[in-house]
């Protein structure tokens, strides 16, 4: 059974930081682009970050480039969101998503292919 599960979210003080974890389980993450999305009260989704397993290759949007970073785990199967100087704008519910494409900004950017989506998990950020 294929199953994408994030963790790492929580409560943060505006300044501070949370690291995301996305564990894929029945496929690995080979060959895929990986991608975090999230999705604020009223809002629509959009997409945070996106990597490619191809050749590593990233996508921020504007809004958190300079404070998140994505990374690939070394067991090929998780990949993380490291989140700092985190603003009360970007608490929202995250998603993990995997899309079979071979370039990141149709999946990020246009929310385009996106082939199995985690059940999310929920950053806030408040002081």
């Known amino acids: 059974q294929v199953q994408l599960v994030e963790s790492g979210g929580g409560l943060a003080q505006p300044g501070g930081s949370l690291r995301l974890s996305c564990e894929a389980s029945?496929?690995?993450?080979?060959?895929?682009?990986i991608g975090w999305f999230r999705q604020a009260p009223g809002k629509e989704r959009e997409g945070v970050s996106c990597?490619?397993?191809?050749?590593?290759?990233?996508y921020y949007r504007d809004s958190v480039k300079g404070r998140f970073t994505i990374s690939r785990g070394n067991a090929k199967n998780t990949v993380y969101l490291q989140m700092d100087s985190l603003k009360a704008e970007d608490t929202a519910v995250y998603y993990c998503?995997?899309?079979?494409?071979?370039?990141?900004?149709?999946?990020?950017?246009?929310?385009?292919?996106?082939?199995?989506w985690g059940k999310g998990t929920l950053v806030t950020v408040s002081s």
């Open positions: 029945g496929f690995t993450l080979d060959g895929y682009i």
């Open positions: 990597i490619s397993s191809h050749d590593d290759s990233a």
């Open positions: 998503a995997v899309g079979s494409g071979t370039a990141v900004t149709p999946m990020c950017h246009y929310d385009y292919g996106v082939d199995y």
